[in-house]
């Protein structure tokens, strides 16, 4: 294992400093229980919101902490979910008197310790809503899951339900708005290698250099299955396919589009894979209106790539060109 750490047992809380340092004028790093909140928290009279998992999947959600997206984020242990703990103490730190939303992807653990720090500020009075992201097409019933798991989405969710709270949207309609993109939204990965978990100090999984897996988690679960490595035309033609016709996408409908990288893939690849699906969506009469290619929802050092599509709605790109200023995602600044 070949990582530029100090100790395995100190990377999340030596990361989080590093955080801190970095983005004095965006965030604060509130320590024991480690959560990320806005620099100006709480606003008054602005829905909160707040998500969180396990580190290794940066910028998320910590990088998406900031004017125009989270109010607050809980950074678990490495691909281990967030402790209610944190959850309750993000959330009072972000409540402004207008109500918090949730957003939590679908892991049986977040799902878990979200629903008890949210039950834990109900007993102090706080307006709370949560919104589960559950828009992998790959599997259903995972190792982490019961149900799709929570992916790429969760991105876009958090820039349109932020841009929302932003504009004084009440917790329902930020609610019922994050609900709608999850409906609408839907994302595949692959990969080429593993991830190491510092801790282990192994690879994950073991895959030969000649093949690569469709459909894997962010947390290295399995996908739908192992082939034999293909060129971006055939893995894009692959996955798109099974996304498209999940929802189904038809000819006419509007996308945000994003090809995230999974942490090893260079931007190089990953506009190739943007320039395949461009031309899939074209040959399906699906319009893209935005896109986002980076490097947004990674699964450590994994080399490989997911894609989402997510059906807008007439204002939503209005909320997505909302100004947002985090240090992961900025525009309108």
């Not at 999947?57 to 989270?70: A, I, K």
Request: negative net charge.
């Amino acid at each position: 294992m070949k990582k530029l750490i100090n100790s395995p047992q100190d990377v999340v809380a030596e990361s989080l400093a590093g955080f801190a340092a970095a983005h004095t004028d965006l965030v604060r790093v509130h320590t024991n229980p480690n959560y990320i909140v806005r620099a100006d928290a709480p606003v008054a009279g602005k829905v909160g919101i707040v998500s969180g998992g396990g580190s290794g999947h940066e910028p998320l959600h910590g990088g998406f902490v900031g004017r125009g997206m989270l109010d607050a984020a809980c950074p678990g242990e490495i691909f281990t979910s967030p402790t209610p703990d944190q959850m309750q103490a993000a959330t009072q730190a972000v409540d402004g008197g207008a109500g918090v939303l949730h957003i939590v992807k679908n892991y049986t653990g977040d799902v878990m310790n979200f629903e008890m720090g949210a039950e834990l500020c109900e007993a102090e009075g706080l307006d709370v809503q949560a919104v589960v992201i559950d828009d992998d097409v790959a599997v259903k019933d995972s190792l982490y899951t019961a149900g799709r798991r929570g992916v790429g989405l969760t991105v876009l969710a958090e820039k349109l339900c932020g841009a929302a709270a932003e504009r004084g949207d009440d917790l329902s309609q930020v609610a019922a708005l994050c609900r709608r993109i999850d409906r609408q939204g839907r994302s595949m990965g692959m990969a080429l290698t593993s991830c190491t978990v510092p801790a282990a100090g192994r690879p994950t999984f073991d895959i030969a250099d000649a093949d690569m897996e469709i459909g894997i988690g962010i947390h290295g679960e399995p996908g739908r299955g192992r082939l034999a490595v293909k060129s971006a035309h055939e893995v894009v033609e692959m996955m798109a396919a099974e996304i498209i016709s999940d929802l189904p996408f038809n000819r006419g409908d509007r996308v945000i589009a994003m090809v995230n990288g999974m942490g090893a893939t260079p931007l190089i690849e990953l506009y190739i894979v943007y320039n395949e699906l461009a031309r899939r969506c074209h040959s399906e009469g699906i319009h893209i209106e935005r896109q986002l290619v980076g490097n947004y929802i990674t699964s450590l050092d994994m080399a490989g790539c997911s894609i989402t599509l997510l059906k807008i709605e007439p204002d939503w790109l209005d909320l997505w060109d909302a100004p947002v200023h985090t240090a992961g995602l900025r525009w309108g600044v």
